[in-house]
């Protein structure tokens, strides 16, 4: 394969918390950015998110909940809002 080097300006906390990132899925950042840069190359698109994702585990709680929630049969139903936040003495 016929390689080459790139440099790359970011900051030092950057730098430093991904390659942290990479060792906790155990890989190095290199295999990380080379696999963004295919990605980027074969979907010609990347995308940048302000707002996080909820976690696989955060899914699982919330699914649960809701569970939870649908077989309670002593549970209050609100039409809206505005009745809920009454309710709650939040209004």
Same mark, same amino acid.
């Given at each position: 394969?016929? @390689? =080459? =080097?790139? +440099?790359?300006? =970011?900051? $030092?906390?950057?730098?430093?918390?991904?390659? &942290? +990132?990479?060792k906790?899925?155990? %890989?190095?950042?290199t295999? +990380?950015?080379n696999?963004? /840069?295919?990605? *980027?190359?074969?979907?010609?698109? *990347? &995308? %940048?998110?302000?707002?996080?994702?909820? =976690?696989?585990?955060?899914?699982?709680?919330? @699914?649960?909940? &809701?569970? @939870? /929630?649908? !077989? #309670?049969?002593? !549970? $209050?139903? *609100?039409?809206?809002?505005?009745?809920?936040?009454k #309710?709650?003495?939040? !209004?």
């Amino acid at each position: 394969m016929d @390689e =080459t =080097t790139i +440099v790359l300006k =970011t900051s $030092k906390k950057l730098r430093d918390e991904a390659k &942290s +990132v990479a060792k906790e899925l155990g %890989v190095p950042l290199t295999t +990380v950015l080379n696999g963004m /840069m295919r990605q *980027f190359v074969r979907e010609k698109k *990347f &995308s %940048v998110s302000a707002s996080p994702a909820p =976690t696989k585990e955060k899914i699982a709680l919330w @699914e649960n909940i &809701s569970a @939870e /929630m649908d !077989r #309670d049969a002593k !549970r $209050k139903m *609100f039409g809206n809002v505005e009745d809920l936040l009454k #309710d709650l003495r939040l !209004r």
